[in-house]
């Protein structure tokens, strides 16, 4: 297969948001500040409004033209330009100028007078009693209506946000259990990493329309919030997205759009800003977390209760934080079957960079823990991880919650392939580790829309708010076309994404894009052959049903007639489009814990087997396999690309990937001091096995694949290091340092 | 800004003569001058591989080099491979890129090993792809289109 976007992108042709230009456009540059938690009294920018080339300069005081200059998801906490320094990075001014250089010189001469706070660097210094709160007043915020057993709060007590509990069963199945066992879990946070960095071009036209060019992975949401922001209605906004050079979730919501459609509505100019690999490391990054788990268990095995505790470091602002608390406590039972369980995630503010949205969006850091626990479970009572898991897993349809979407996987099987593939056998100084990822995929609250469209020729036009950020949407949903209408998918053609022209979709995000907006494109192309088919038929004189649309002509029978001699004798030389609309939403239902039923569960083991070098404490992983259910691959290589890539995402993760604080300042703010995997870090056995059962709800069974594969993978790592050296790491990344305490403490317990 | 200094050098094989800044980087000449987008700034400190391009054949960083250090050399970039290279052509053909933003860097690096070493064994494919970061596909599709690649223009010389 060749995916829809290949020519472009070898090529060097395909455009990207970072390419964009206009004429007269100025370059917006930010003065991030450099206190950890501060006031600002006053700022002087009168020397770098004086610079030459330099037509804007803001600050926090200039934005009372603006009806309501502050962003967020549930929560709307996060100004434009802050008078309150909640992070070191924090924007204090934004300068727009001829060039970047001015940009920069103009930066240089801004005097910012600051009164310093106390600084609360983490969550221990966050929650402790005395704590200064990082909001003196609570932030306007929303919690959203939830399902049985779920509950959300905002700003239970000062520095934090937003709670999230979600409980089932009878907290009394504890008191029935053989073993209780409690284990903690500590999980540090990784920066996206995205290549294309955050960067738009906003400008604002006579007539009143905001443009929007933006590297962004949600243009609808996005439009809203900057209608909100301005004061204007939709209808005055125009979002465009051409590719996206990686989001991995950071590129959800407002980043760099408010400021740079203010300073171009300021300065009469367009506006590009584009921020810089550093400061994407301060703009958006994982969640770090600590996880307390809690699990009862009768002695034959079979799991009965769990409790978990997430506290969530949400950095300075909410950013997606409630959301990723609701999917870390709701995903913390993992693909069990409990008598009882009671989760809770909370996302405690610490003057760090803000947290957001991540792949694996909160389940990353629950499935680390519980699928570490399950091992140390099996080792605790002595029996084989494997066969624990096999006793507990949840059966194809069976629920995961009561009101939920039965199970839609046989999850042993998946386990079973990747066991099969790594050999049940160990190889002298080997050790052998698996873990299961599971996630509900596809959001909750996800409207997708989608239109297509075909000329006399045959040649088709799909237009859906799928953004294609290197997951191969474009290609699996030009896949979807083609198989309803019989064509190549070459014939299809996707169409730029405008908010003015592209039919409305929630956002690129959730794993959502073949389960939900592929179910839209699919009921979009189905209603189109069924207008060629009933005007075919009304043309030949045969009922439509007997008709089948192939290459763009009808069969009937082993006659086959063209449509386009036929379209245009009918509609005149000129011609005519064929157009449809296709619509699909998981429908709400109080009964279901996050207000809709889950349009599909995402399942992915991993395999790893390692070795771990005593005198160093390195761990070499000689082999990572890895497989999801794909339920039905639309496009196998694209399938490939999202397992494979996730899963060397989460072996950063597992060995030495962090973002390394030291009271509010981060360390490795750039990709020499930031490790990420390099084509070296590759086992030596690197696979992911092609997979699918055909139970999703997608088109012909398909399911969401995008980011199972990076969920399992640390613990996968982490068990196999237990096997290989006796020894339990339960903080990541799983570095020599952690390593060499953990056989010294390994030694101390055998003496 | 600093004083313009005159450059010549051979772009894409088609010699060019202009005046640049001494402080102008290869790769903003690129877009700016010529309108060449291929070479992509990501982390902007020659440590990701992004903005690959070739200078007298070598592998460099177009946002970490000035315009001025290729007088006299020849540069090529992704524009100048024509899109259907057999380098470009093993990596459609096996899909070995996602979002595309390493592509160009990727596909260059590719091409100058190639040349050095028409039969690179794996592990030789896989030291050169190290000095280039892709977020996106975790490499080993890479690996197979370079030596697919490689097989194909040595079965095109047999």
């Known amino acids: 297969m060749i995916r829809a976007d290949a020519a472009a992108k070898v090529a060097g042709t395909a455009r990207y948001t970072v390419d964009a230009a206009a004429p007269g456009m100025l370059h917006a540059k930010l003065l991030r500040s450099g206190r950890v938690h501060a006031r600002v009294i006053a700022v002087d920018a009168a020397a770098a409004r004086a610079v030459p080339g330099v037509h804007a300069v803001l600050t926090a005081f200039d934005l009372a033209p603006v009806p309501m200059p502050v962003y967020g998801y549930y929560i709307k906490d996060q100004p434009i330009l802050t008078d309150h320094v909640r992070y070191r990075g924090d924007p204090v001014a934004a300068v727009a100028a001829e060039t970047e250089a001015a940009a920069l010189a103009a930066l240089r001469l801004i005097r910012v007078t600051y009164a310093d706070l106390p600084a609360v660097p983490d969550i221990a210094a966050a929650l402790a009693p005395d704590a200064p709160a990082l909001f003196p007043e609570a932030p306007f915020g929303i919690v959203p209506a939830y399902g049985a057993g779920a509950a959300g709060r905002l700003r239970p007590v000062p520095n934090v946000c937003f709670d999230f509990t979600y409980t089932r069963g009878a907290p009394d199945a504890f008191a029935a259990c053989d073993h209780v066992w409690e284990d903690r879990f500590s999980f540090p946070r990784m920066t996206h990493a995205h290549l294309e960095p955050f960067v738009c071009l906003a400008r604002w036209h006579a007539d009143g329309l905001l443009e929007i060019e933006t590297s962004n992975q949600n243009p609808f949401p996005l439009r809203r919030e900057l209608g909100r922001i301005f004061g204007i209605p939709e209808t005055r906004i125009a979002v465009r997205v051409p590719f996206v050079g990686g989001g991995f979730g950071a590129k959800n919501n407002c980043k760099t759009e408010p400021l740079a459609a203010l300073l171009a509505q300021v300065t009469g100019r367009p506006v590009r800003l584009c921020l810089t690999m550093e400061e994407g490391f301060l703009t958006n990054t994982q969640h770090a977390a600590t996880i307390r788990l809690r699990t009862g268990a009768m002695a034959d095995g079979t799991l009965v209760a769990r409790s978990a505790e997430v506290l969530l470091d949400a950095g300075a602002y909410a950013d997606g934080s409630p959301l990723v608390a609701e999917r870390a406590a709701y995903r913390a039972a993992g693909p069990y079957r409990w008598a009882h369980v009671q989760a809770a995630a909370a996302c405690v503010m610490t003057n760090t960079a803000p947290a957001g949205p991540f792949r694996g969006f909160g389940g990353t850091q629950v499935t680390w823990a519980g699928e570490s626990q399950i091992d140390m479970i099996a080792r605790r009572l002595g029996r084989d991880p494997l066969d624990l898991r096999r006793q507990n897993l949840l059966a194809p349809g069976e629920a995961y919650a009561p009101g939920d979407t039965p199970l839609d996987s046989d999850v042993a099987a998946v386990m079973d392939l990747v066991a099969d593939a790594m050999g049940r056998s160990r190889a002298p100084g080997r050790g052998l580790g698996l873990a299961i990822g599971f996630k509900d995929g596809g959001g909750v609250n996800k409207p997708a829309q989608a239109r297509v469209k075909a000329n006399a020729a045959g040649d088709v036009w799909l237009a859906c708010g799928s953004v294609e950020m290197g997951q191969g949407a474009q290609t699996a949903m030009a896949a979807v076309v083609a198989g309803v209408l019989g064509c190549d998918p070459g014939r299809v053609t996707v169409a730029p994404i405008d908010t003015r022209h592209t039919p409305f979709d929630q956002g690129t995000n959730a794993s959502s894009g073949v389960a939900v907006m592929g179910r839209a494109v699919q009921a979009a192309a189905e209603g189109l052959r069924d207008q060629v088919l009933e005007f075919a038929a009304a043309r030949l004189g045969l009922p439509a049903s007997d008709l089948v649309l192939v290459d763009w002509a009808v069969a009937h029978g082993n006659e086959r007639r063209p449509l386009a001699p036929m379209i245009l004798r009918h509609f005149g030389g000129t011609g005519f489009e064929f157009t449809a609309e296709g619509f699909w939403k998981q429908p709400n239902d109080p009964a279901a814990p996050m207000g809709s039923p889950c349009p599909f569960w995402e399942v992915s083991v991993a395999g790893a087997e390692v070795s771990v070098d005593e005198g160093t404490g390195r761990v070499t992983v000689h082999r990572l396999i890895v497989a999801s259910d794909a339920g039905h691959a639309l496009a196998p290589d694209v399938v490939r690309g999202q397992d494979e890539g996730g899963a060397l995402m989460g072996l950063g993760q597992a060995l030495f990937e962090r973002m390394l604080w030291d009271g509010g300042t981060l360390v490795n703010i750039d990709p020499l001091r930031y490790r990420m995997p390099m084509a070296e870090d590759l086992p030596a056995d690197f696979r992911s096995l092609a997979h699918a059962q055909g139970l999703g709800p997608g088109p012909g069974g398909a399911k969401g694949v995008g980011e199972g594969a990076i969920l399992p993978v640390a613990a996968a790592i982490a068990n196999a290091i237990d096997d290989a050296a006796g020894v339990r790491i339960t903080a990541l990344p799983l570095s020599p340092d952690r390593v060499l305490a953990a056989l010294a403490a390994r030694g101390a317990v055998d003496d | ?158």
């Open chain 2, 1 to 158: 800004m600093t004083a313009p200094v005159p450059l010549r050098f051979t772009l894409n094989a088609r010699s060019q003569t202009i005046e640049v800044p001494t402080s102008r980087v290869l790769s903003d000449l690129l877009t700016e001058t010529f309108g060449l987008h291929g070479a992509r700034v990501a982390c902007g400190r020659g440590l990701c591989g992004a903005c690959t391009v070739l200078v007298d054949g070598e592998p460099r960083a177009a946002c970490s080099t000035f315009a001025w250090e290729v007088e006299g050399a020849i540069v090529e970039t992704i524009e100048g491979l024509g899109g259907a290279s057999p380098v470009q052509a093993a990596f459609a053909a096996v899909s070995a890129f996602q979002c595309g933003y390493c592509t160009p860097g990727m596909i260059l690096l590719a091409t100058a090993l190639l040349r050095a070493d028409p039969d690179p064994c794996r592990a030789t494919v896989r030291d050169w792809l190290s000095s280039n970061l892709c977020r996106c596909t975790g490499y080993a599709v890479i690996e197979e289109a370079v030596l697919a690649a490689a097989a194909a223009i040595r079965a095109a010389r047999a």
